[in-house]
């Protein structure tokens, strides 16, 4: 198996069953009911911290279950359902048992803080226990974001992309695309004897939905911004396109600040917890 101690946890964005590939590699087959109670004394105990999250509970448990009546007698799981209690009362924790090197052996973790648990040698990669036909089952997105540094360091349980399929008719319904500027922000805009003269930073400029740009974003109230598009007040459909937009935009600015090469990771940590926050809006 691949652990280093305590001292960094063997993670998976998983569910358990997903753990058999992993913890089954090199035991070449599944022990008997005899040889189980033979080994009793040599079963290995495993751990797993999981968000608390009433609607996967019962999911999570069975997958558990599952797990360790297949690998009774060589391996046990021991699942944890942390409450979150604030935003960000999981992660708070996971950071604390870091520190003190007492993290469990399997953690679950949001997508957006896999980059940073790898770079600071909290997760380690399970590359080697991942198959090549097992990778063409995983959706690229989800590929790319558990992967660091070419290595693969978690494997997804479920994906925001099931959401987006639901709500897929409510973008049906921009039907004609718009130039967004994308980061029309004050720094950007000049301004002479109150009339707007010009406009710079068009990088991220692309044909597509007006509620794109900067100022509807739901995070930032910007009444001004949005009167200037004949808007008072959003529907219920462009509200949520709008929080999707959010989403889209924090994915950017939190994988932006590697090759970008910022001094600090500020805006990463920004942009990855308002990420929770906004994805935790369109869960509902």
């Known amino acids: 198996m691949i652990m280093k101690k305590r001292k960094s946890a063997l993670s998976f964005a998983l569910a358990a069953s997903m753990a058999l590939s992993l913890l089954g590699c090199g035991s070449g087959s599944t022990p008997s009911s005899e040889s189980a109670k033979d080994n009793s004394k040599s079963v290995k105990e495993l751990t797993m911290w999981y968000q608390e999250n009433q609607a996967m509970?019962?999911?999570?448990?069975?997958?558990?279950?599952?797990?360790?009546?297949?690998?009774?007698?060589?391996?046990?799981?021991?699942?944890?359902?942390?409450?979150?209690?604030?935003?960000?009362?999981?992660?708070?924790?996971v950071n604390s048992a870091a520190s003190a090197g007492i993290l469990p052996d399997l953690l679950a973790l949001d997508g957006p803080n896999l980059s940073n648990y790898?770079?600071?040698?909290?997760?380690?990669?399970?590359t080697d226990y991942i198959s090549d036909e097992s990778k063409?089952?995983?959706?690229?997105?989800?590929?790319?974001?558990?992967?660091?540094?070419?290595?693969?360091?978690?494997?997804?349980?479920?994906?925001?992309?099931?959401?987006?399929?639901?709500?897929?008719?409510?973008?049906?319904?921009?039907?004609?695309?718009k130039l967004v500027h994308w980061d029309c922000w004050d720094g950007n805009i000049f301004i002479h004897s109150g009339k707007v003269t010009g406009i710079i930073d068009w990088e991220r400029s692309i044909w597509g939905d007006p509620l794109m740009e900067v100022g509807f974003r739901t995070y930032a109230d910007n009444t001004y911004f949005q009167k200037g598009y004949g808007i008072k007040s959003l529907t219920k459909n462009q509200e949520r396109r709008a929080l999707w937009y959010d989403i889209y935009l924090m994915l950017l600015v939190a994988l932006e600040y590697e090759y970008r090469k910022y001094e600090t990771l500020d805006s990463y940590y920004y942009a990855t917890q308002m990420l929770m926050k906004q994805f935790e809006k369109i869960r509902g």
């Open 57 to 93: 509970i019962p999911a999570m448990e069975q997958r558990v279950a599952d797990f360790n009546k297949t690998y009774e007698g060589q391996y046990h799981l021991n699942i944890e359902f942390i409450p979150r209690g604030s935003s960000y009362a999981y992660e708070d924790k």
């Open 136 to 177: 063409e089952d995983m959706l690229p997105s989800s590929l790319l974001q558990n992967t660091y540094q070419n290595q693969i360091y978690a494997v997804s349980i479920n994906e925001a992309v099931s959401l987006f399929y639901y709500d897929k008719t409510i973008f049906e319904e921009v039907s004609e695309p």
């Open 118 to 126: 790898a770079a600071n040698g909290i997760i380690i990669p399970i």
